[in-house]
Nanobody, 124 residues
Framework: QVQLVESGGGLVQAGGSLRLSCAAS????????MGWFRQAPGKEREFVAG????????NYGDSVKGRFTISRENAKNTVFLQMNSLKPEDTAVYYC?????????????????WGQGTQVTVSS
């Protein structure tokens, strides 16, 4: 069973940047599409970005397009989320997730494995 561990969260001022990492262990990373989601208090879990195993396709939530970039290094079983031009409304717990499908999708229920989350707080 693949296990996911996120890191890189923290406190940053508006306009700043953070880079989140998600490391997979305990099983093969091969063939999994990966996604980043976030959840703020009192809100539903929101799709942020996703990337296919082949790295040929990536998609983003509307609220982060042009500011966030997802990438992965399959040899290192790691996926990244580069977050630039951060806004206070980006404050949330960020989760990475894996699904055994070719392409990433936006529906949280389509993902099989989840990390424990990392807190991102953007101050104004």
């Amino acid at each position: 069973q693949v296990q996911l561990v996120e890191s890189g969260g923290g406190l940053v001022q508006a306009g700043g940047s953070l880079r989140l990492s998600c490391a997979a262990s305990g099983g093969t990373f091969s063939g999994y599409s990966m996604g980043w989601f976030r959840q703020a208090p009192g809100k539903e879990r929101e799709f942020v970005a996703g990337i296919s195993w082949s790295v040929r396709s990536a998609n983003y939530g509307d609220s982060v397009k042009g500011r966030f970039t997802i990438s992965r290094e399959n040899a290192k079983n790691t996926v990244f989320l580069q977050m630039n031009s951060l806004k206070p409304e980006d404050t949330a717990v960020y989760y990475c997730a894996a699904r055994g499908g070719v392409h990433p999708v936006a529906a949280p229920g389509s993902y099989d494995v989840w990390g424990q989350g990392t807190q991102v707080t953007v101050s104004s």
